[in-house]
């Protein structure tokens, strides 16, 4: 299985009162890493695959350690744990290093693919199938559903 990884600076407005990284903060640090891994199907090659939106349905995190600012990114770690037929479960961890053992959170997001245009959800296309799969945790009993 592959993984995502996508290295993520941090702020100084990212600091709350206690001088650590805001429990709010980190879901924008995984919004950032999924739009990276979604989009990263699509560019130049004409494939209407997630451009056309996608939706949050829930979101999942455990804060690990406390991140204090410095000068170097962490890396957000993502991959795919389930594939549904009209939804999909994007798995993140966030640390120091790729592959370090040291995490400060661990969290996932259930994204349903929606049709901006007609202001529904949609299914998850072949395209978009056969891209996701590559990041499908293979040791998860079910992952993949129709």
Request: aromatic share 10%; with cysteine.
């Amino acid at each position: 299985m592959a993984r995502h990884i996508y290295r993520c600076p941090l702020r100084w407005a990212d600091m709350d009162a206690f001088g650590h990284v805001n429990n709010v903060v980190f879901l924008r640090y995984l919004e950032e890493a999924r739009i990276d891994f979604m989009f990263r199907l699509q560019p130049g090659d004409g494939s209407p695959s997630f451009s056309g939106g996608s939706v949050v349905a829930r979101h999942e995190i455990d804060y690990v350690r406390p991140l204090v600012h410095r000068h170097e990114p962490v890396v957000v770690e993502s991959w795919v744990t389930r594939i549904n037929a009209a939804s999909l479960t994007i798995a993140y961890e966030v640390k120091d290093t790729e592959g370090a053992a040291e995490i400060y959170v661990r969290a996932s997001t259930v994204v349903v693919p929606y049709d901006l245009e007609a202001g529904r959800p949609r299914r998850i296309s072949a395209e978009e199938k056969s891209y996701l799969l590559r990041f499908l945790e293979e040791a998860d009993e079910g992952a993949l559903v129709a």
